[in-house]
């Protein structure tokens, strides 16, 4: 079955650290990974994805996400943490219509 | 991207009431919408493909008849939880998508049953 793992339930980081927030994948054929971000009582945003070309790709309010292929692994990161981007982020990846998430992983930035 | 406005935001409502949940889009027209549900502090979990001018596809265990949809148009596309239960208390979260790009995503629905 096709999947994203989430290993962490939370992560917690203090402001001006960088941050990784880790997802794995499990998918027959070319992967396509999403990163979204969630606050209390809201939708989700969308960060960034992963179709093809550049393992690295840059998303919005300055995340990125390294595609692995060998490692099976697309982790979100952000090189400088801010407590305003404490929120609920989900790993996702999609066939040609459904989404699949994963088990979602809070982050939490102190100051 | 597209715009998705879900409406109401919140509502709460008595057992044994209907309650309707509308997901638009407003600047793309939408074949298909989804509909999730997440429970606090869970993942979202996929309730139903909802297809223009059709049927909806709804997923394993989600039962058709609780959770009726109608995709009546482009941009329209509603969730009526009928003879609602607390149980049926979470948040419902509505998106648009084609092919293999992101998915844009209302911004839920907080339905409470007393």
């Known amino acids: 079955a096709q999947s994203v793992a989430q290993p962490e339930d939370q992560v917690n980081v203090a402001e001006g650290n960088p941050l990784t927030v880790k997802c794995t994948y499990s998918?027959?054929?070319?992967?396509?990974l999403f990163w979204y971000v969630q606050y209390p009582n809201r939708g989700l945003q969308f960060l960034l994805k992963?179709?093809?070309?550049?393992?690295l790709v840059k998303g919005s309010y300055g995340f990125e996400a390294e595609f692995n292929k060998s490692q099976t692994s697309f982790h979100l990161k952000k090189p400088s943490a801010l407590v305003s981007d404490s929120a609920l982020y989900f790993c996702a990846h999609t066939g040609f219509q459904k989404l699949v998430f994963g088990t979602g992983t809070r982050l939490l930035v102190s100051p | 991207g597209a715009v998705v406005s879900q409406h109401p935001s919140w509502v709460i409502c008595k057992s044994g009431t209907s309650v309707k949940i509308e997901c638009r889009s407003l600047?793309?027209?939408?074949?298909?919408m989804f509909w999730y549900r997440q429970f606090p502090k869970q993942s979202l979990m996929l309730m139903a493909t909802?297809?223009?001018?059709?049927?909806?596809?709804?997923e394993q265990g989600v039962e058709k008849d609780k959770f009726l949809i109608n995709h009546a148009s482009l941009t329209l596309s509603t969730l009526t939880v009928t003879s609602a239960h607390p149980e049926d208390s979470s948040f419902y979260i509505c998106s648009v998508k084609t092919g293999r790009t992101e998915a844009f995503f209302g911004q839920g629905t907080r339905l409470t049953v007393v």
């Open positions: 992963y179709i093809t070309g550049d393992n």
């Open positions: 600047d793309f027209q939408a074949t298909t």
């Open positions: 998918v027959s054929g070319n992967p396509y």
């Open positions: 909802s297809n223009e001018g059709s049927k909806a596809t709804y």
